[in-house]
């Protein structure tokens, strides 16, 4: 079987970029990978799993040499981080990312890129809420789907060897405008979690003034909070980078919840019912 890469290089091996240097070794998607970062701890945590087969601090030596640079850092650096390694890379790099925002990534790197170089916008639908290369692992992407947010400058023989590599990492690859992909994740990613987060601080100051109350938290609450154990810094970056399609939505939320609350005060029991059931058949068809 041959290799789809020669030289991958990887710059950040959190849970994404970890997980794709598993699976890139395992299915030998690359010939040699590289681990790039800023964090010494943790790419030798991934030399020492095997995972890549060699590591570099400095962003612009260590991907000189690459076919193919995927940043998979939180989406408030990756177009800084391609700016730095951009007049170190050979002609026909392909250099992709794993990013939950898109437009704002996509216009910024195509508006300094050099036309010798590929850039393809790409996001992986998979991860849990742990972080970092410990919770990283193989499987991660499979079955899962990957977004492809392709402009007309976007070199198609590279989006195309960026669609074979997550077809092998296990995903169902997806196109779609960049500013779609940003709307659609701002209401079914960005928005759940910024409730979470917003949940379990309100439940903080309520333990505050009672105590002892995460003692009988159930499933529920566990449950519906999981993701807010998500890396902050990577949802801070997120929440302000798409801010033009979150704030509406979170203006949106909030006037739902007061209507909730309006039901709940008259005690109208047949608009609450009614809103309430709304959503359970709505759930119910989410699989």
């Not at 492809?148 to 990492?169: D, S």
């Not at 039901?263 to 029991?269: G, M, R």
């Amino acid at each position: 079987m041959d290799f789809l890469f020669k030289r991958m290089a990887i710059v950040g091996l959190g849970l994404i970029g970890g997980s794709l240097a598993r699976i890139a070794r395992e299915k030998r998607i690359a010939e040699q990978i590289v681990g790039l970062g800023r964090s010494r701890e943790t790419l030798e945590l991934a030399l020492a799993a095997g995972s890549i087969d060699e590591y570099s601090l400095d962003l612009k030596q260590g991907s000189g040499n690459a076919d193919i640079v995927v940043i998979a850092t939180p989406v408030g650096v990756v177009v800084d981080a391609v700016r730095e390694i951009a007049g170190s890379l050979k002609p026909g790099t392909i250099i992709t990312d794993v990013g939950s925002v898109k437009k704002k990534i996509v216009e910024e790197v195509e508006s300094f890129l050099p036309s010798h170089l590929y850039f393809v916008g790409a996001h992986p639908i998979a991860g849990t809420e742990n972080s970092g290369f410990q919770a990283s692992f193989a499987q991660l992407f499979q079955g899962a789907r990957c977004v492809f947010t392709p402009t007309e400058r976007t070199n198609a023989p590279a989006a195309a060897k960026v669609k074979e590599l997550w077809e092998q990492a296990g995903c169902d690859v997806i196109l779609m405008e960049a500013e779609k992909h940003d709307r659609i994740f701002a209401a079914v990613s960005h928005l759940p979690h910024l409730i979470a987060y917003s949940l379990v601080n309100t439940v903080i100051d309520a333990e505050e003034k009672e105590g002892g109350l995460v003692n009988f938290s159930a499933g529920g609450f566990k449950d519906f909070t999981r993701i807010a154990a998500s890396h902050p810094v990577m949802w801070r970056d997120i929440f302000f980078m798409n801010k033009e399609n979150i704030l509406p939505l979170i203006d949106h939320f909030t006037k739902v919840l007061e209507e909730l609350k309006s039901y709940i005060v008259q005690e109208d029991s047949e608009q609450l019912t009614a809103v309430l059931d709304k959503s359970r058949r709505f759930r119910r068809k989410i699989n």
